[in-house]
């Protein structure tokens, strides 16, 4: 059922709640991938997904595409 949350979705169940996050949130991650791949997010960003991957792919497979261009990055994927 929370395939299809936002991250303010996400954000706004853990106030709610009173949940911990992830630490290196509070360090400008805001999506986290493998150790090698993953940024904070700056002001050049388009979006979130642009801090994993060197910008070059947005979708890992795991999110359901919510965009023509989510889409078709994840078709380039062969996912």
């Known amino acids: 059922p929370i395939l299809k949350w936002t ?3 996400v954000y706004e169940y853990l106030v ?8 290196l ?9 493998d150790w090698h791949s993953s940024r904070p997010i700056t002001a050049a ?7 994993r991957f060197k910008g ?3 979708e890992c497979g795991l999110h359901l595409p919510q965009s ?12």
């Open 16 to 23: 709610a709640h009173n949940l911990p996050y992830h630490p």
């Open 68 to 79: 023509p261009e989510e889409a078709a990055s994840l078709d380039s994927s062969s996912l």
């Open 25 to 33: 949130f509070d360090k400008g991650y805001v999506t986290v991938g």
């Open 45 to 51: 960003d388009a979006n979130e997904r642009d801090t």
């Open 7 to 9: 991250s303010k979705d």
């Open 56 to 58: 070059l792919k947005q």
